[in-house]
């Protein structure tokens, strides 16, 4: 879906304004995490123990989503029986923002496990899609929202088709970590063999990052499929001799890397792409613009056309984390712990227009299926603090 004419104005005016500050978009003692954004970044979904609503009075993480042009905030998922019971946690929005999925998290018989539910924002409908036993599970949605990928740790991944309510057999074993592409025809995913990409058109699975590298994580796929980025402590070309945690981007139709940092052991976490893959987000203690001398872990974004940095976060103490952007990449959401100890917050910026453009777009979907072919070939399970 996308922005329109007065919402494209919006953002622009938002993105060149010099004194704009970033939107605290939760409050309250507890803590918020999973932010993540439609395309045109006018819907953010998160989830929170806070009772921002009046709605979460036992203080549960519930699902939210929140709409940026009434400024308001709805609460989708409601689990009762306090915070023993069960929570809610980890979603996704489908790109056209009709479509959340997310983890279900509930306690039974002395057990725990996870449940992936889905809920149709036009007619606010929620469905279960999984039953347990499934002591986890993640998943990941289309950009249509007709397609979810889901993990469970005893099956592996399914593919689960909204319109008829039914999944696939297993595409891949059961994995770390996942990221599906906008289309939905592309997997990328982190196993304990190293950093995997599947066509689910061809069935072909692409290596792309070795087992021989013994830190992999969070691999994010581009909304186009095109672009896939990760960190690991391999050396693809020659720039990484100290095995440091780099954050490394790689083309899909070229097979080629691109070493995006070359830190000296500052902590970096993967946040995302935009539809492209022209921007990357991203949270480190690296000071990579000159705007960090004092090491605090800020939020990123690199630009690979025109190779350079900037530093979206300056703040003194606190923590920042989990960046997302929207697929247009105008748009940011990311966590902040405001003090040690402090609930993290979520936030969320607008980022100026790329002056140069977008990345080309594949020549056709014969040459993005020759190039794959031509390659030949954790996220914790530990439920967060409250």
Same mark, same amino acid.
């Given at each position: 879906?996308?922005?329109?004419?007065?919402?494209?104005?919006?953002?622009?005016?938002?993105? +060149?304004?010099?004194? &704009?500050?970033?939107?605290?978009?939760?409050?309250?003692?507890?803590?918020?995490?999973?932010? &993540?954004?439609?395309?045109?970044?006018?819907? $953010?979904?998160?989830?929170?123990?806070?009772?921002?609503?009046?709605?979460?009075?036992?203080?549960?993480?519930?699902?939210?989503?929140?709409?940026?042009?009434? /400024?308001?905030?709805?609460?989708?998922?409601?689990? &009762?029986?306090?915070?023993?019971?069960?929570?809610?946690?980890?979603?996704?929005?489908?790109?056209?923002?009709?479509?959340?999925?997310?983890?279900?998290?509930?306690?039974?018989?002395?057990?725990? *496990?996870?449940? +992936?539910?889905?809920?149709?924002?036009?007619?606010?409908?929620?469905?279960?899609?999984?039953?347990?036993?499934?002591?986890?599970?993640?998943? &990941?949605? !289309?950009?249509?929202?007709?397609?979810?990928?889901?993990?469970?740790?005893?099956?592996?991944?399914?593919?689960?088709?909204?319109?008829?309510?039914?999944?696939?057999?297993?595409?891949?074993?059961?994995?770390?970590?996942?990221?599906?592409?906008?289309?939905?025809?592309?997997?990328?995913?982190?196993?304990?063999?190293?950093?995997?990409?599947?066509?689910? /058109?061809?069935?072909?699975? +692409?290596?792309?990052?070795?087992?021989?590298?013994?830190?992999?994580?969070?691999?994010?796929?581009?909304?186009?499929?095109?672009?896939?980025?990760?960190?690991?402590?391999?050396?693809?070309?020659?720039?990484?001799?100290?095995?440091?945690?780099?954050?490394?981007? *790689?083309?899909?139709?070229?097979?080629?890397?691109?070493?995006?940092?070359?830190?000296?052991?500052?902590?970096?976490?993967?946040?995302? $792409?935009?539809?492209? @893959?022209?921007?990357?987000?991203?949270?480190?203690?690296?000071? #990579?613009?000159?705007?960090?001398?004092?090491?605090?872990?800020?939020?990123?974004? *690199?630009?690979?056309?025109?190779?350079?940095?900037?530093?979206?976060?300056?703040?003194?103490?606190? *923590?920042?984390?989990?960046?997302? %952007?929207?697929?247009?990449?105008?748009?940011?959401?990311?966590?902040?712990?405001?003090?040690?100890?402090?609930?993290?917050?979520?936030?969320?910026?607008? %980022?100026?227009?790329?002056?140069?453009?977008?990345?080309?777009?594949?020549?056709?979907?014969?040459?993005?299926?020759? @190039?794959?072919?031509? #390659? @030949?070939?954790?996220? !914790?399970?530990?439920?967060?603090?409250?």
């Amino acid at each position: 879906m996308k922005p329109t004419f007065l919402a494209a104005a919006a953002l622009l005016a938002c993105a +060149t304004s010099a004194s &704009a500050a970033p939107l605290q978009v939760t409050t309250g003692g507890y803590n918020s995490f999973g932010p &993540a954004l439609s395309a045109d970044g006018s819907r $953010l979904v998160f989830y929170s123990a806070s009772d921002l609503i009046g709605g979460n009075p036992d203080h549960n993480f519930e699902v939210y989503v929140y709409e940026r042009a009434t /400024g308001q905030t709805r609460q989708l998922s409601d689990s &009762a029986g306090g915070i023993l019971a069960g929570g809610n946690q980890t979603p996704s929005i489908s790109g056209d923002g009709s479509r959340v999925a997310f983890q279900h998290f509930n306690v039974s018989g002395g057990y725990a *496990y996870f449940q +992936t539910q889905s809920y149709d924002l036009a007619t606010n409908t929620l469905t279960t899609l999984t039953q347990p036993p499934g002591f986890f599970e993640q998943s &990941a949605i !289309s950009r249509d929202g007709k397609r979810i990928a889901v993990s469970t740790d005893n099956l592996g991944v399914r593919l689960y088709d909204t319109a008829t309510q039914t999944f696939s057999g297993v595409v891949a074993p059961w994995v770390l970590n996942m990221s599906l592409s906008g289309d939905g025809q592309r997997l990328a995913f982190e196993t304990f063999s190293g950093v995997k990409l599947l066509d689910l /058109g061809t069935g072909i699975t +692409t290596n792309v990052a070795p087992q021989s590298a013994s830190f992999n994580e969070r691999p994010t796929l581009s909304a186009d499929g095109r672009t896939l980025a990760f960190v690991s402590n391999f050396d693809p070309l020659g720039q990484n001799a100290d095995g440091n945690r780099e954050l490394f981007s *790689y083309d899909i139709l070229t097979g080629t890397f691109t070493q995006v940092t070359h830190t000296l052991g500052s902590y970096l976490s993967l946040g995302g $792409l935009s539809g492209d @893959g022209s921007r990357i987000a991203f949270s480190t203690g690296a000071d #990579l613009t000159g705007g960090n001398g004092d090491g605090n872990t800020e939020v990123f974004v *690199y630009d690979l056309l025109a190779g350079d940095f900037m530093q979206v976060t300056h703040t003194l103490g606190a *923590y920042n984390s989990e960046a997302r %952007l929207s697929e247009d990449g105008l748009s940011i959401a990311y966590l902040s712990f405001d003090l040690p100890g402090s609930p993290s917050q979520v936030f969320l910026d607008a %980022l100026a227009p790329q002056p140069h453009g977008a990345l080309p777009e594949p020549a056709s979907l014969a040459l993005a299926v020759a @190039g794959i072919a031509a #390659l @030949g070939a954790v996220r !914790s399970g530990r439920r967060p603090r409250r």
